[in-house]
């Protein structure tokens, strides 16, 4: 940076290169998130593991039609997906909502029957529902999410600790005749599974997701040893945290 007006500008909100020892701080990034792994979490950053190794996504052997949905910060979006012929990828319809709880309040049990009604004409033409959803919660083995707290300024009144999951289905049964599946993972698990199914993965030695928008999260692959603070099944080798 030849600039000097640059120069100056940066050094004054202390965000110049020159002032930014990068080894220390990647040090203590990792530390963090070392913490976050272990069994105890009172430090270190939130790290949620999601269920998933991507080394053992397999092709659908049938036609499905999925309503995806990207419950994000700002908008809350809902497409129906077909899927064919292994991972050939259909964006069949997709619409835009602002997200719930973003232009006023709402309670917990508002905010599921709201989801629901906005979610239904895309749920009577889908086999199943994914769900991105970019707030803090723990996914489940069975890939529910325990809902830890809403943020980006979206207000939900008492929806902590509710399952999304059954939030949804309770109010989805009372709307439709037949029970779907529904998955749930966080958004940055998203960003990166949307390549994971696309590509050859043997070309890369690593992949990682990561959200620049609203909220800042990343995920990435880990050794099933080394997250202390969850119970895997013997054969789990990797998973996406």
């Known amino acids: 940076m030849n600039d000097p007006n640059v120069n100056q500008f940066l050094k004054r909100y202390r965000m110049h ?78 619409e835009k909502y602002s997200m719930l709880g973003r232009d006023y309040a709402l309670s917990a049990e508002d905010f599921f029957y709201e989801f629901a009604q906005i979610l239904l004409p895309f749920a009577i033409k889908a086999d199943a529902i994914g769900i991105s959803f970019a707030f803090p919660g723990e996914i489940t083995n069975q890939h529910d999410m325990i809902i830890r707290e809403m943020a980006k300024e979206i207000v939900v009144d008492d929806i902590q600790n509710k399952s999304l999951r059954d939030g ?39 992949l990682t997701g990561l959200i620049l928008g609203t909220g800042t999260n990343s995920c990435y692959r880990e050794k099933c040893s080394n997250v202390l603070k969850t119970t895997y099944a013997p054969s789990a080798k990797f998973d996406l945290i």
């Open 168 to 206: 949804l289905t309770e109010n989805l049964t009372r709307m439709m005749p037949n029970k779907l599946p529904i998955a749930i993972v966080n958004d940055s698990v998203a960003s990166l599974l949307s390549v994971a199914v696309k590509y050859d993965l043997h070309r890369y030695q690593s």
């Open 17 to 94: 290169p020159d002032q930014v020892d990068a080894d220390s701080l990647i040090a203590l990034f990792l530390d963090q998130m070392n913490q976050g792994m272990l069994a105890a979490q009172d430090h270190g950053m939130a790290m949620y593991p999601a269920f998933i190794d991507i080394a053992k996504l397999h092709a659908f052997d049938r036609p499905i039609t999925i309503a995806a949905v990207d419950a994000g910060g700002t908008h809350l979006r809902i497409a129906l997906v077909k899927i064919s012929g292994g991972r050939n990828i259909e964006i069949d319809h997709l």
